[in-house]
Structure formats: structure tokens, C-alpha cells
């Protein structure tokens, strides 16, 4: 349930609202719009009744979120999220450009790689430095000494870190270093994470698990938005279906089905959604066609000597010819990539 009050409503009555809801074994959650302020009611709100709000002072309205997920939805706030950073934001009108290789491989590696991109005017970086591997025997990343050389390079380049957190024990430590946070495919439904990294209140890029459906990650995202942390991007990656030309099926329906349910930003990632390298830039520039609010795109500067992923990375020069044409397309969709 959602009760619409004006913007401007004197705070006692926004607190009598916010009180009556905690009175009834429920949980607020205000979601200041431009003209209206929305409060979100979460926990058993079947046993609401709209009339306990109606009549208190400054309450515009009471509408019923009939969706499974509420925090998320469009009922609860019509108005897309943007999510700011000091020098730029994401979910606006500015498309989100980040790469970078799968993994830290090294010192020299990263700092190579980060260096290339930030002269190309790349502001995130991508890197595993915990890497979740279907084999118990491939490369699991260097940890926390991937995370000092991310440091080094956040600091040295001025790029902002998006990295994998695995667990709860080495959330404290990525999220040191880490400017979003990136949840996994194969840690989506992991609830315990979710909810501890939303405390954090870091941004979060939320991966969509290979099996899981639009539903299922948007109840994801819910986890973390029931922390009171709104700053959650949605990724679109691939999912598992018959066809086996291509790693992964990237579906890209999932951009304009999210953008219809949810205000949050979704973006796009085309190499892990087709795993093979020659087909990442037609996958990146169908997803910023289909309205997607940003990429994340694996690059490396030796991609047959990578220790994950190389198969599907970009060279640093493909990278910056793709990247030209992206900003050619942005302009026509409406967007742009400073
Ligand atoms: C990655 O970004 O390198 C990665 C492991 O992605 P995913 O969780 O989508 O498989
Ligand atoms: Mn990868």
C-alpha cells in the first residue's frame, strides 16, 4: 500500500502517517518524488484497510500496490531513479559506460587496462577480485590483494570500482573500495547478501540469475530496497535457454518489460549475454536501442592470455570503435555518453 501526500506536508503530519503504520505491525518507507511525497508500506498489508489513512491530514491519497514486489514498482514510484555520483549519475538522460577485464589479474594488468579506459573518458571500471567459477579449479581472484590494486587504480585514474561481493564475510572489505557493489548471476537469490549489502547503502548492481525470470529479479531488488537502499541498478546478463550457438541468451525484452514495471535504471551486460567476443558490439548497440540506461562490457588488453572470460572480451581498440559508435547512437535515442 502507498499513501500520496504532498510534498510539502509540515513534517508532524508526514510523522503521524509514518507512526500509524508502525502502530499496525508494518514498515514505512518514504520515497520523495518531485510534487508528492509517497510513503510505501511494506509487511502484512493485506490486513490494512486504505480508510486508516484516508482521513488523517495531508494524505492525497491511499492506492494498493498489486504487484508481488512494491518498493520497486512504478505504483510505489512513477518517476524513474537516478542515482548520482559526484561527477556523474546513472538512470538519467546520461547512458552508464563501464568496463574493464573479468577479472584482476595483476598489478601491471589492471593498472594497464584502467589507464587505456579512463583516456578513452570511461569513468567505472568493472573487476572481479573475487570471482565465482563453475569449476572449483579455475582462477577464484586474487581477493584482497585484487582489491589493494583496484584501490591503486580508483586513486590513480579517478575511476569509479564496480565489484563482485560472494558473501557476507567480504562485504566489509569490497565494499571499502567498491563504488557499486555487483551482485552476481549465481548470487541473485541469495537473500542473506542482499539484505546485508543493501545496508550498506552503497549502490548495487544487481545481476539477473541465468535461470531467473523478470519476476524474480525484480523481488530481488526488493530485498535491498526494503533496507531503505534505493540505489539498485539492474543488469540484465543472459539467461539458459535451448539454443547453444551463443554462451547465453541475452534478453533484451527484459529492458523494456523492467522499464514498464520498475523506475529503477537496467542495464546491460552483452558479454556475458552472448559470450563471444565478435558478437558483444551488435548485442551492446540493441540494448541501448532497446532503452537500456547503460552497459557493462568486459575488456582486456591481452584477451588470450585472460585468466577468466577472455573469450568474450574486447580489445581495448575494439572497445574505443564501439564506443564511438554508441555515442553516435545515443544522440539518436535521446541520450548521450559524455
Ligand atoms: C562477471 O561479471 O564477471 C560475472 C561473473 O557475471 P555474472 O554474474 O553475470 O555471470
Ligand atoms: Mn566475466
Redesign the pocket.
Known sequence: MLVIMDLNSPRSDVEKVVEKIRSLGCTPHEIPGSSKLAIGITGQTNKLDEEYFQLMPSVQEVVRVTKKYKLVSRQMKNEDTVIEFDNTEIGSQELFICAGP?SVESRDQIHDIAGQLSEMGVKFL?A?AY??RSSPYAFQGLKEKGLEYLAEVKVKYGLKIVT?VLNTESLPAVAQTADIL?I???NMQNFTLLVEAGTTKKPILL?RGMSATVEDLLLSAEYILAQDNYNVILCE?GIRTFENSTRNTLDLNAVPVVKKHSHLPIIV?PS?GVGIWDKVPAMAMASIAAGADGLIIEVHHKPEEALS?GYQSLTPGQFKSLLEKLKELAQVVGRKIS
Open positions: 573479468c568493472r572481479g570471482k565465482p563482485e555487483q552476481g548471476a549465481r545481476k546478463r551486460d556475458h572470460d
